[in-house]
């Protein structure tokens, strides 16, 4: 079914075939299955033998629009879509956790599966919660897996507090005076005044941010009006780029930092400047209570030496943020290990030879079923 999915891959909130796969799975089981939220979002309700509280558990289902380049037989059959970030891996993780939680119900409360479309840049989580998702079907906690191939087979991390960045994104515009490259001096050239900003922004992590706290200033791409004459001064520049940070203060001073260098060296330049600045997913902050109970369920199961607890964070982004500022609960990385289902050497995720390595799967459902299990036990 794995392999299934990644050979069908699709984009965030076109999740329909994946849905239908999802939905008929689950009522297969015997689970109340629910569809409609975010379009192509599933959630199904497992009770338990007793009643009780609530525990939900997420999987993203959306492919990344890139291309493939592995020539396995499960390979994308979608040119342009793939599964590049083992979305395929944790939906059948779910579902396989789903189905053994129907069967068993050896919990109180309920368990609330949510299969969840668009993660990668639609905030897909976001869309379900202003739906209702919560009010709809109400957790006392949630939970979320994501594959790490930085980590061997068989380790789990997770750890309190920020795990993954805020992610916005900006647009810078100079706009000087073009003219004849050869008679600079009766131009106002925004490339020069462009280069400048570039460099400048460069301070701002180093000279406005604390030493010990993290945050990125990237410019992604730059375009000019000109592209192509070598002899031409353009109009103007266009730059667009990331900026990255983990908490509120620190989101608000780059958005800041970032305008007042961008109009303050284009100014010096002689240039104008336009710019505006997009606020993109949160930073992902796991709740403590939560996730040193995820730890310590996660050592249960692999043993104490496998689980981390205090790893680097990291500058990646994830919409399941959206869900930890409604509700406590924990982000949780489960370790992928060098080799893919094939045999495959490392990648990373979002490497065109990615594939999500199959043997976790296991691992992967036990621990989302345990998380149930254990923190919803009989009476």
């Known amino acids: 079914m794995r392999r299934d999915l990644h050979a069908h891959p699709e984009l965030g909130f076109d999740e329909h075939r994946t849905s239908e796969i999802v939905a008929g799975f689950l009522g297969e089981n015997g689970i109340e299955v629910h569809r409609g939220l975010a379009g192509t979002g599933v959630v199904g309700v497992i009770q338990g033998a007793q009643p009780g509280a609530s ?18 037989a499960h390979r994308s059959i979608h040119p342009g879509l793939m599964h590049g970030c083992g979305h395929d891996g944790h939906t059948v993780m779910l579902m396989a956790a789903a189905r053994y939680l129907a069967q068993t119900r ?25 739906q209702g998702l919560f009010k709809q079907f109400p ?3 949630v939970y979320a897996l994501h594959n790490n191939p930085d ?17 916005d994104s900006f647009e810078i ?48 791409s730059l375009q000019t009006s000109q592209l192509t004459a070598n002899n031409v001064i353009p109009a103007h520049v266009k730059m667009i780029g990331t900026a990255r940070s983990f908490t509120s203060a620190n989101r608000d001073l780059l958005e800041k930092r970032i305008g007042e260098i961008a109009h303050g060296v284009a100014t010096a330049f002689g240039a104008a400047v336009t710019y505006d600045y997009q606020r993109g997913y949160p930073a992902t902050v ?21 689980v981390r607890c205090n790893e680097p964070l ?66």
């Open 55 to 72: 525990i939900g558990l997420r999987a993203d289902m959306d492919c990344l629009p890139m291309f493939e380049a592995n020539d396995f």
């Open 314 to 379: 990291t500058m990646g982004a994830e919409d399941f943020s959206y869900m930890l500022q409604e509700r406590p609960g924990a982000y949780i990385y489960l370790g992928q290990g060098g080799s893919t289902s094939e045999g495959v050497g490392h990648c990373q995720l979002h490497n065109d030879r990615y594939d999500f390595n199959d043997s976790i799967i296991p691992l992967g459902a036990g621990l989302l079923a345990s998380l149930v299990e254990q923190g919803l036990p009989l009476r």
């Open 139 to 141: 957790v006392d906690s």
């Open 173 to 220: 515009v100079v706009t000087g005076h073009g003219g004849h490259a050869a008679i600079p001096h009766a131009a106002i050239d925004p490339v020069l005044a462009a280069s400048h900003i570039i460099v400048a922004l460069q301070s701002i992590i180093s000279r406005n941010l604390h030493p010990l706290e993290s945050g990125v200033v990237t410019v992604a």
């Open 151 to 167: 980590y061997p087979a068989g380790v789990i991390a997770v750890q309190p507090g920020p795990v993954e960045a805020a992610a």
């Open 106 to 130: 050896r919990f109180s409360g309920k368990a609330v599966v949510i299969f969840q479309p668009a993660e990668e840049g639609g905030g897909g989580a976001r869309v379900m919660i202003e």
């Open 286 to 306: 796991n709740h403590p209570e939560q996730a040193l109970f995820a730890a310590g369920v996660a050592k249960s199961l692999v043993g104490e030496a496998n």
